[in-house]
C-alpha cells in the first residue's frame, strides 16, 4: 500500500520524506488555508521535495473553473495530481482533464455508487472519506470494501486512497481491505511507528547491553 501525507506544512513534509517511506502527498483547500502560505508555491515546494503523486485541489464549482484551474496546477511539476470534487461538474472536468492526460484524484467520496462515477469518469484516485463517516456513525471500512468489490469486478484501474484517517487503526484496516493508498495525517503516520512493548523491549535490550560492557564499534 502507498502511503500519503495529508498536510500542506512544508518543514512537516520534509521531516517525515526522510523516512522514505512518503510516496506522494494530499492537500486540501483546508490544509493549505492552515499552512498560512500562497498555495501555488506551496504545492510546487511539495512537488520538489518528494517525487510521487501531489494532489492540489481546485476550489471553482464549474466545469470551465476546475478545468482552468487544474491546467495551471498541472504547470506546476509533472507530479501534480488535481484534486475535484464529487459532483456532477467535477467529474465532467475531471473526464476533461483525464483526456488532457492529468492525472486527478477526486475527493469527498461518501458512496459506492459515486466511486463508480468516479471510475467511469476516468479518475486516476478515489478518496472515499472514512473517517468523516465514521464520525456520523457510519461505517467508514465498508466503503473501502464495497469500492473495493465494484472496481475489481468491472476492472477499473482507479486506485483507491483511504483518506479522513484518525487512528493506526484506520490504516490497518484499510491496508486489509485492499485500499491502494492511504493518506495520512502527520501525527497518525508517526503513530504507526509506536508499540508499547517496542519501548520496553528496547529499553531492556540496553539495559543488559549496558551490564555487559561490550562494544560494537
Ligand atoms: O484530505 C482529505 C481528507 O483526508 C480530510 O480529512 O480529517 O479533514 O476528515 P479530515
Aim: charged share 20%; glycine share 8%; net charge negative.
Amino acid at each position: 500500500m502507498q502511503i500519503f501525507i495529508d498536510s500542506a506544512d512544508v518543514a512537516e513534509l520534509a521531516d517525515l520524506a526522510a523516512t522514505g517511506l512518503v510516496d506522494g502527498v494530499t492537500t486540501n483547500p483546508s490544509l493549505i488555508a492552515k499552512a498560512g502560505k500562497p498555495i501555488l508555491p506551496t504545492v510546487k515546494a511539495i512537488c520538489d521535495l518528494i517525487p510521487g503523486p501531489i494532489s492540489a485541489e481546485a476550489v471553482a464549482t464549474d466545469h470551465d473553473g476546475m478545468v482552468a484551474e487544474g491546467r495551471r496546477l498541472m504547470e506546476l511539476a509533472p507530479n501534480i495530481v488535481v484534486k475535484l470534487p464529487l459532483t456532477m461538474e467535477g467529474l465532467k472536468a475531471c473526464r476533461t482533464l483525464t483526456a488532457e492526460g492529468a492525472q486527478t484524484n477526486v475527493t469527498l467520496c461518501f458512496s459506492a455508487v459515486q466511486a463508480l462515477l468516479a471510475a467511469k469518469a476516468g479518475a486516476t484516485f478515489i478518496s472515499p472519506f472514512l473517517g468523516r463517516l465514521d464520525d456520523g456513525g457510519q461505517d467508514g471500512m465498508a466503503l473501502i470494501r464495497e469500492i473495493r468489490t465494484i472496481y475489481d469486478n468491472y476492472g477499473y484501474d482507479t486506485e483507491i486512497l483511504a483518506a479522513s484517517i484518525r487512528t493506526p487503526l484506520h490504516v490497518r484496516d484499510a491496508a486489509l481491505a485492499g485500499a491502494d493508498c492511504c493518506t495520512i495525517p502527520p501525527a497518525v503516520f508517526r503513530a504507526l511507528y509506536k508499540h508499547v512493548l517496542t519501548d520496553i523491549g528496547l529499553e531492556n535490550f540496553l539495559k543488559d547491553w549496558k551490564a555487559s560492557g561490550q562494544t560494537i564499534l
